[in-house]
């Protein structure tokens, strides 16, 4: 039916767990999909964030292409202790307002867009930065620790310390497990877990009129 809502499904999980493999599963088989670190990526170039970025840390987050190096203030956000945490309290106060009215720009865009049956949003941090309200279904994806570890250290070369400082920085994942409708375990191959994504796709998009 013309002009009928669209559901939009929030993924979740641990660092590492597979929730972009998940969301792109999920976009092979039709939906739409709304990469929030590609929206963090757009508004970490707009200038009067580079411009606040720069009076909040100087030089030192810039790369020689004159845009903000992720990895350098990584460097200082999620460094340990107090001064991490109160630095990534600016950042975030700084571009997570941004990133969410992005998000909703996007989503909403996607509502009108026809042929599309649902709309998924990969936000590791969707519960975290208040994008809560942004989705109507969670997925929640599970997979133990050291299979995580183990393909973060593989990706993303990051030691247990990065990894560990990452992780403490968001929900405890027994909380977003709970608030989610859906569970997907991706520990092991991923035709297992396509098959899981199917059966909630199916679930999700069967009501919807042809």
Known sequence: MAGSRKTVVGILG????GKSTVARQFETLGAALVEADELGHEVLRR????????????????????????????????????????????????VHPLIGQELSDRIESLQRVPGVPLIVVDAAILLEAGWREAVDVLVFVDAPQAQRLERVRAARRWDSRQFENRESAQKPLSFKRQCA????????????????????????????PA
């Open 14 to 17: 641990g660092i590492g767990s």
């Open 47 to 94: 200038r009067e964030v580079k411009r606040r970025a720069r009076e909040l840390w100087g030089e030192r987050v810039f790369g020689s292409d004159g845009e903000i190096d992720r990895k350098q203030l990584a460097e200082i956000v999620f460094s340990p202790g107090p001064s991490g945490k109160g630095q990534r309290d600016v950042l975030e106060a700084l």
């Open 181 to 208: 409708e859906y569970v997907i375990d991706n520990s092991g191959s991923p035709e297992q877990t396509l098959h899981q994504v199917e059966r909630i796709y199916t679930t999700l998009t069967q009501d919807l």
